[in-house]
């Protein structure tokens, strides 16, 4: 009885230290974001970095893109990837669209083209809409992976019908010129109109080059 009494106890005791731990893990993060807003970077750097070291996603991710841009801290991939990938094994899809390209565009030990491209995917496939835009751009251009039209389309509508601005231009455009799709002005002009509305600075200028309003 003694033994069971005592192990309630320590499970009770454990149990409201890792509720402190979230707790004031939160309380790091949100100063952080507070700290971020006002602009004051290395503030926001220290306690992004407390809140990351106790577990934090959120943080962790944070973390690592300050590390990746230097905001507040010295630039520094390795410390990048180290927090990146930690929030992009727990399922953040931010941090897995940034490990992404980090590998993508590194050199020396750091460059990891297929890694990269499977990390992008995995956000992709999560429904990020960014990074379904970035994959269809590397589909388009062949970085990382074969050039493939088909693929980019079908990124570019995921990410089009997210009301992705940037991808809604692009697909106008491929409707216009035929690369991945059959050519259809009258397609071209629903997403180029779509791009406009979502403040696109381009979509204009192809609204009225190509006349779309005629069809």
Not at 164 to 175: C, D, E, M
Request: aromatic residues 12%; hydrophobic residues 35%; proline residues 1%.
């Amino acid at each position: 009885m003694k033994a069971t009494f005592n192990i309630l106890i320590i499970t009770l005791f454990l149990l409201a230290s890792n509720s402190y731990a979230n707790l004031q893990s939160k309380n790091d993060f949100n100063e952080g974001l507070i700290y971020e807003k006002a602009h004051q970077y290395k503030k926001s750097y220290a306690a992004f970095k407390k809140a990351a070291k106790q577990g934090l996603v959120d943080a962790q991710y944070r973390l690592g893109v300050k590390y990746r841009v230097g905001s507040g801290t010295l630039q520094d991939p390795k410390q990048a990837e180290f927090w990146l990938k930690k929030a992009s094994e727990q399922g953040h899809v931010k941090a897995q669209l940034h490990l992404g390209t980090l590998y993508l565009y590194s050199t020396g030990e750091l460059s990891k083209p297929k890694q990269g491209i499977a990390w992008i995917t995995k956000a992709a496939k999560q429904g990020h809409a960014k990074a379904q835009f970035d994959l269809g751009i590397k589909y388009e251009l062949g970085i990382g992976v074969t050039k493939d039209s088909r693929q980019a389309i079908n990124w570019y509508k995921k990410a089009a019908n997210q009301e992705h601005s940037r991808a809604q231009f692009k697909l106008g455009k491929h409707y216009i010129n035929g690369f991945g799709v059959k050519k259809s002005l009258k397609m071209a002009k629903h997403w180029i109109k779509k791009a406009y509305e979502a403040g696109d600075h381009h979509a204009a200028g192809v609204w009225k080059k190509h006349e779309l309003w005629k069809y």
